[in-house]
């Protein structure tokens, strides 16, 4: 689908409106995002995101029009017009942003800089030390003593209003599922790990709050060079907790089949270090439990919800989980299972020691 291309919008951006043409990047899933193009005009490039409130969409992403709504249709705009993204210092950036314009149909205009750095879903490992390391000053320095954005449209809390989305398979672990298919997994397990959902928030709820951008996933990371790593998609911005982005990081690496399953163990370590390290760099003096008991809490709340996600694609015979073949995708999920559940224990133990 070709967007609408008024040509005030393309003059603003480019400076002419000739020679102009789309091409779509992303079909959203989300219900407050219409499309996202690429357009060119000559050899100049610009991104088109036409943001809007509607009720399409994916049930566990539909937008709501309450500034404290956890998906604020319109958060991201916002985010941008009050100049919060291009104020980021310490290595994480947004975008620039260059143009926006409010159409007659209800729909928002973002025209964004086109980022041409690799995503993050082709990083080699080393980059994403990098990346967390960037984070980690960006994030510190909310933490330790920048003035934190206290704006309205900032989302709060936005965690526990994600994990409600997220509970419908649940009564699956409790049948007689097939627990010989998640290797290191058990019902035991899985479901202390749920029952302990509210421990895990109330950990992430006493430790160093910060700027998030919440859905902090390969896709949405690109490199900027060695000084700074560049994120897109900013609709969940708002105040949360050290961890919570880097933990996000860790698990949707390997979720959605970016780095092997094999490595998640040493991608969680590599990004507990780059990120311990960008808060000390911040002045954030810390113990690297904090930042652990951050992460690993994080993921445990979370993720609770993938293996009865995958248990219900098993008891359904379906062909495909998260867009890939099921035998395919297990052979990613199931081991992130273990990883996740690892992580309980880890939160578990480091909580009750820092309590």
């Known amino acids: 689908m070709k967007p609408a291309l008024p040509g005030v919008e393309v003059r603003a951006v480019f400076g002419d409106a000739s020679d102009v043409t789309a091409e779509q990047i992303y079909e959203p899933v989300a219900s407050a995002s219409s499309g996202i193009w690429r357009i060119r005009a000559g050899t100049r490039t610009a991104v088109l995101k036409l943001v809007r409130h509607s009720s399409g969409a994916h049930p566990h992403w539909q937008s709501g029009d309450d500034p404290a709504h956890w998906y604020y249709w319109r958060r991201e705009v916002d985010a941008y017009e009050s100049g919060l993204l291009a104020s980021l ?8 942003c260059r143009f926006v314009a409010e159409r007659a149909d209800g729909s928002i205009a973002l025209w964004l ?6 995503a993050a879903t082709a990083w080699p490992m080393e980059r994403f030390s990098t990346g967390a ?3 980690g000053r960006t994030q510190g320095e909310y933490a330790v003593g920048r003035a934190r954005p206290d704006a309205t449209w900032l989302s709060r809390e936005w965690l526990r209003s994600y994990l409600l989305q997220r509970d419908g398979d649940f009564e699956l672990v409790t049948d007689d599922a097939p627990w010989d298919r998640l290797p290191g997994s058990s019902m035991e397990r899985v479901l202390g790990m749920r029952a302990d959902q509210q421990l ?17 996933h390969p896709a949405n990371l690109f490199a900027d060079g060695e000084a700074s790593t560049a994120a897109i998609d900013w609709s969940f911005v708002g105040i949360g907790t050290i961890g ?3 933990g996000n990081l860790v698990a949707d690496a390997v979720l959605d089949f970016h780095v092997p399953a094999s490595q998640i163990d040493t991608l969680y370590e590599t990004v507990v270090s780059g990120f311990a390290a960008g808060l000390r760099d911040a002045g954030w003096h810390g113990d690297d439990d904090i930042v652990r ?3 690993s809490a994080t993921l445990a709340a979370k993720y609770a919800w993938i293996a009865p996600a995958i248990l219900r694609a098993i008891a359904d015979d379906r062909e495909l989980l ?3 073949p099921l035998l395919e995708a297990m052979s990613w999920w199931a081991p992130t299972v273990r990883f996740l559940l690892d992580r309980a224990d880890e939160a578990r133990t480091i909580g009750a020691r820092v309590r």
């Open 89 to 96: 210092a310490g290595g994480l950036r947004a975008p620039a």
């Open 293 to 295: 008991l951050a992460m």
């Open 113 to 118: 800089e086109d980022l041409t750095g690799a």
């Open 322 to 324: 998260n867009r890939r």
């Open 133 to 135: 390391l960037h984070l």
């Open 244 to 246: 919570e982005d880097a």
């Open 200 to 216: 895990f928030l109330g950990s992430l709820s006493v430790l160093p709050p910060t700027l998030c951008h919440n859905d902090l």
